[in-house]
């Protein structure tokens, strides 16, 4: 029993060392690569384009709508393109091979370096704040710091952990770019970020509670706009068991992956 618990704890502290080392890495990286952080240059854009369709309209009431979208947006395209372009880019440069000979998990290590990418894309909320602020002179308050932290931090974990299990998928693609534009703007649609999912048809309703973005949409605009956030607990767990299954999927995925690109020979097959 001893053995078995020495084994089990000797393992936690490998996959804790793990990713702190991708999380360190992938911030290096980002570092030197300014091309990776272009979601944080479109997302004041989407802001001053958001922020002039609802001052035109003179519904200044939605500004939070249009903070909040870009948030979302830039959250996805960076855990997104990061999670393609991290298989892509260890494939090209032939390292792909020795992370997976390596001891550590690989989903631990793409775990680590998006939720580096995804915690750096955060910083669109003080930009499409400030663009609300600067250009419009639209001040969105904060009526839930607290909670709007809470919803802030189980998106990324949530968003982390979803995009694990796409990085899975991008293991066996030739081309994860295909996969990256196709996935973009039907979720968008789905998880409401820019017009609430009470607007969709009624038979495609049903499918958005299964997106965690969907949930976060809303917590993220009760959080800017409204006097009480009705079942926040709830919600925010609803956030973290969909981000916690897309990483289980994603980990009995990567496995499956791997298994079958070591038979078949193709890891490394560009």
């Known amino acids: 029993m001893t053995t078995v618990r020495t084994m089990h704890m000797a393992e936690l502290v490998r996959a804790v060392r793990t990713f702190a080392a991708s999380f360190r890495l992938q911030c290096l990286m980002m570092r030197r690569s300014p091309g990776d952080l272009a979601v944080l240059v ?9 922020l002039s369709m609802t001052e035109q309209a003179d519904r200044s009431a939605l500004a939070p709508y249009a903070v909040a979208a870009p948030v979302l947006i830039a959250v996805w395209s960076m855990s997104l393109f ?10 090209g440069n032939g390292t ?7 001891p550590a998990s690989l989903s631990v290590m793409v775990l680590g370096r998006i939720c580096a990418a995804v915690t750096l894309s955060v910083f669109a909320f003080v930009e499409t704040w400030l663009v609300a602020w600067l250009c419009f002179g639209v001040v969105v308050r ?16 949530a968003m982390a952990g979803t995009a694990t299990m796409m990085a899975a998928v991008f293991v066996l693609a ?5 996969f990256q534009n196709t996935l973009s703007y039907p979720v968008y649609l789905l998880a409401g970020v820019l017009v609430p999912v009470s607007f969709l048809p009624g038979w495609l309703r049903p499918f958005t509670r299964v997106v965690f973005l969907s949930w976060c949409a809303g917590l993220l605009r009760d ?3 409204r006097p009480d956030i ?22 009995l995925l990567m496995r499956r992956v791997l298994w079958r690109v070591r038979v078949l020979g193709t890891l490394g097959q560009a």
């Open 42 to 50: 479109t997302a004041p854009f989407f802001s001053l384009m958001f």
């Open 82 to 91: 990061v999670a393609g372009d991290l298989i892509s880019k260890e494939r």
């Open 96 to 102: 792909l091979e020795g992370l997976v000979a390596t």
């Open 142 to 157: 904060l009526p839930h710091p607290l909670a709007l932290l809470a919803t802030l931090a189980t998106t990324l974990l």
């Open 174 to 178: 030739r081309s994860a770019r295909i």
């Open 223 to 225: 959080s800017l706009a």
């Open 230 to 251: 009705p079942d926040l607990p709830g919600r925010l767990t609803a956030v973290l068991v969909l981000g916690a299954a897309g990483f289980g999927a994603g980990r």
